[in-house]
């Protein structure tokens, strides 16, 4: 069992559960077989029994002894002694019985068969066979019983305790993990151990406060966008009045990137990302994205094969690969598109010969508003850091993966997985 295994909480519970079992059969067996009589204990069933039938026998004349060991033998389950006539008293032989120091005097007894069978003499001569209880006889049945039925029992229970202890824990957890903005949260059954629900409740809480949150940042901007376009076309409609073409361009320059600063912001914030999703050819996709760059004179191509299906929405995945390849146009030199395929996933790398990223900062670089170095190149001041951010949002949104590497002989590799359609539809019947 590896160690991953080992922290779930069902497989503890489980192993503990073992562990009590184990520990209380072990004590049981202990305790019993401390407690039975040891050979020549007072206690011991079958000494007793022989001690006190040879007494009486002794005891008794010899008219009398035959009616004596008639009722012995009747009465006693697992015994029985037979008499015959006088001789010569018998000798304890090579195995001495542990009880002969209990018996009267003139009393002689070996052992026959271990500490079943007996033959001796009385005090007189007389001869006698004797078959006495077990003197251990074991576990008892119903101890075996008792144990099988306290063990089943403490099986079940437990097993029903870990279970109604797990389960609401396990809830939590899927609740926790599949929280996200873009959809009401689904409050959480407060059930479970009284810790467990103090948990619940706060995660509840937790919940409706960050939805509220979100949805109020999101109101917040969205006017803010709106209102600041009422501004924006007015200052665009007065700057068509200017007559320095310098300045008129700087200036539609600037109003163009405060429309996209406010455009990209709410495309993240939103996580817009709600297009009907169809399989697509990315190969084609990718092909238009590079030709809408070559049209405005990047020198952009693309390599890679001709078809491969995935399933994604166009629209998301164009915007995507398009802040991919304006991030490399704009940063590095001749900035290629690859499309490659393996057994389970497509593979896009857009790959340019710019700066690149140090290593250490490739993972802040994908979130919201982070920038690289502006001296980086002359075209750094017209980006916000969010084109990486939409296309990180966008990406995870198909169940894909971005990332940033470094090429070799310099620049930046932006690696994208997506899942091919065939393998994504044939996931999707197995989940079924």
């Known amino acids: 069992m590896n160690t991953s295994a080992l922290r779930n909480i069902n497989v503890q519970l489980g192993l503990l559960l073992l562990l009590c079992v184990g520990l209380f059969h072990a004590a049981v067996t202990t305790i019993f077989f401390l407690t039975q009589p040891a050979p020549g204990d007072p206690r011991d069933l079958s000494a007793a029994l022989s001690v ?18 008639a009722a012995l033998n009747a009465n006693l389950p697992g015994f029985h002694v037979a008499l015959s006539g006088p001789g010569v008293a018998a000798r304890n032989g090579g195995q001495p019985v542990y009880f002969q120091d209990r018996l009267p005097t003139g009393v002689e007894i070996e052992a026959q068969d271990g500490d079943k069978r007996f033959s001796g003499s009385l005090h007189d001569g ?40 797990t389960r609401p824990l396990t809830n939590f957890a899927n609740a926790a993990e599949s929280f996200g903005l873009d959809s009401v949260p689904a409050q959480l059954p407060e059930t479970g151990p009284e810790e467990v629900r103090k948990a619940t409740r706060a995660f509840n809480r937790m919940q409706r406060r960050i939805a509220e949150m979100a949805s109020q940042r999101t109101r917040m901007l969205t006017s803010v966008s709106h209102d600041l376009r009422t501004p924006i076309t007015r200052m665009r409609l007065r700057a068509e009045f200017i007559e320095s073409s310098d300045a008129k361009a700087k200036l539609l320059r600037d109003l163009d990137q405060m429309e996209a600063m406010v455009r990209g912001c709410l495309d993240y914030l939103r996580g817009g990302f709600q ?40 629209d998301d995945l164009e915007r995507a690969f398009s802040n991919l390849l304006d991030n490399a146009v704009k940063y590095g030199k001749s900035p290629e598109v690859r499309l490659l395929e393996n057994d389970e996933a497509a593979v896009v790398e857009i790959v340019d010969r710019g700066p690149g990223i140090p290593q250490e900062k490739r993972e802040s670089m994908l979130e919201p508003f982070e920038r690289g170095d502006l001296g980086a190149s002359s075209n750094a ?9 939409i296309a990180r949002a966008i990406v995870e949104a198909h169940g894909g993966r971005l990332t940033l590497d470094e090429r070799t002989g310099g620049g930046l590799i932006a690696r994208v997985s997506l899942a091919k359609a065939e393998f994504e539809t044939k996931r999707n019947k197995l989940s079924k």
């Open 52 to 69: 006190a039938a040879l007494t009486a026998l002794d005891a008794a004349s010899t008219t009398e002894r035959p009616a004596i060991a």
């Open 126 to 165: 007389q001869k006698f066979e004797l078959d006495a209880p077990t003197r251990r006889p074991g576990f008892p049945r119903f101890a075996i019983i008792t144990l099988g039925f306290v063990a089943v029992s403490l099986f079940i229970f437990s097993l029903w305790a870990a279970l109604s202890l």
């Open 275 to 314: 297009q009907e999703v169809v399989a697509l050819d990315l190969a084609s996709l990718l092909q238009a994205v590079v030709d809408q760059f070559g049209d405005v004179g990047a020198d952009a191509r693309y390599d890679g094969v001709d078809h491969l299906n995935v399933l994604g929405s166009p």
């Open 381 to 389: 001041n017209e980006g916000f850091g969010l084109g990486l951010a």
